[in-house]
């Protein structure tokens, strides 16, 4: 039987947690967490290099550095896009200043036996908008990641 990871129970839900410690982020309640998210995608985009010669006509290819990111959608709060949390400065300021941050994503929330996806980057592609049929602010937020992304369990 498959172990589907389901997200629909209060304390199973997917979780961003930042920090700018300059160490990966030692446990559930360093920094803080990113609230009133949306969506979140995961991207381990593994490059490839192709190439043909004129005495083939199969393709060859060889491994590049991947391009890793966090991409979510949110719900903006003045507590968590302004104003400093916990020491760590408002999402706002962490992409204007181009700070590195240490980030995990939690699959099924944080309690004991959750599994993370864990690494360090920069925050970009912030592009808060609302209108009237929309009357809250909302955000798109990406992770630009700096390495390797790590698998982890709380």
Do not use: C
Not at 52 to 68: G, H, M, R, Y
Not at 74 to 101: C, I, Q, R
Not at 102 to 113: A, E, H, N, S
């Amino acid at each position: 039987m498959a172990n589907y990871i389901n997200v629909s129970a209060p304390t199973k839900n997917a979780i961003i947690q930042l920090s700018t410690s300059t160490t990966a982020i030692a446990s559930t309640t360093t920094g803080y967490t990113i609230g009133a998210l949306q969506d979140v995608t995961v991207s381990n985009a593994a490059g490839v290099f192709n190439w043909t010669t004129l005495d083939s006509f199969a393709q060859s290819a060889v491994s590049t550095p991947a391009s890793n990111s966090i991409s979510a959608n949110l719900v903006l709060d003045s507590a968590t896009f302004f104003a400093a949390t916990n020491g760590v400065p408002g999402l706002f300021d962490l992409s204007n200043d181009a700070t590195e941050v240490q980030f995990r994503v939690y699959f099924d929330g944080k309690l004991t036996g959750s599994k993370y996806i864990s690494g360090s980057g920069f925050i970009t592609n912030l592009a808060p908008t609302v209108n009237p049929t929309a009357p809250v602010w909302v955000s798109p937020i990406t992770i630009s990641v700096n390495g390797d992304l790590t698998a982890g369990t709380v």
